[in-house]
T-cell receptor, first 113, second 110 residues
Framework: NAGVTQTPKFRILKIGQSMTLQCAQD?????MYWYRQDPGMGLKLIYY???????DKGEVPNGYNVSRSTTEDFPLRLELAAPSQTSVYFC????????????FGPGTRLTVL | RKEVEQDPGPFNVPEGATVAFNCTYS??????FFWYRQDCRKEPKLLMS???SGNEDGRFTAQLNRASQYISLLIRDSKLSDSATYLC???????????FGKGTTLSVSS
């Protein structure tokens, strides 16, 4: 099992550009999440999904969009990038059954200049 | 009051020391509790769950006090490799998202 994978690992965007952060998991988990982590700060939930076709906003959804067409994939779209979106983005997945451990991907470091 | 609060530290301790981290949560109906570890520039990983009766995993002991809405993590005989940020995590109810504290940074020196 590869677990949770994220691409790209690093990216520099110019203000106003758009991009999609990719996330995939091979553990057949229904729950998937997108977080951002600013330097010295905790994880903030952007969006989450409880299954294919179902998404919901987290704490800081503005400036982002998500889709969940399959169980495996949960891409995060940034439209009109702003410097305030400079952060590390983590994707995570979680099984709905029993133990509620979240498994995280390695993160995408995004800089908007 | 923030949902999950931790002392940010940093805690600077010598090898072999015992160190304790504290965490408080605001929602008395919270169901599950965890400690995650995050190494510098890495993703968080589950360290251990926290059970009402308290639980131990080697040098690590986690305790929960529901009446005080307080969670603790005790690390005995600290190792250099314990240097990391420790995140207190709370689940309010099944099917909802985990809530992460900002983390407490530990630095163990030789």
């Amino acid at each position: 099992n590869a677990g949770v994978t994220q691409t790209p690992k690093f990216r520099i965007l110019k203000i106003g550009q758009s991009m999609t952060l990719q996330c995939a998991q091979d553990m057949n988990h229904n729950y998937m999440y997108w977080y951002r982590q600013d330097p010295g700060m905790g994880l903030k939930l952007i969006y989450y999904s409880v299954g294919a076709g179902i998404t919901d906003k987290g704490e800081v959804p503005n400036g982002y969009n998500v889709s969940r067409s399959t169980t495996e994939d949960f891409p995060l779209r940034l439209e009109l990038a702003a410097p305030s979106q400079t952060s590390v983005y983590f994707c995570a997945s979680q099984s709905t059954m029993g133990y509620n451990e979240q498994f995280f991907g390695p993160g995408t470091r995004l800089t908007v200049l | 009051r923030k949902e999950v609060e931790q002392d940010p530290g940093p805690f600077n301790v010598p090898e072999g020391a015992t160190v304790a981290f504290n965490c408080t949560y605001s929602n008395s109906a919270s169901q599950s509790f965890f400690w995650y570890r995050q190494d510098c520039r890495k993703e968080p990983k589950l360290l251990m769950s926290v059970y009402s009766s308290g639980n131990e995993d080697g040098r690590f002991t986690a305790q929960l006090n529901r009446a005080s809405q307080y969670i603790s993590l005790l690390i005995r005989d600290s190792k250099l490799s314990d240097s990391a940020t420790y995140l207190c995590v709370v689940l309010k109810e099944a099917g909802t998202a985990l809530i992460f504290g900002k983390g407490t940074t530990l630095s163990v020196s030789s």
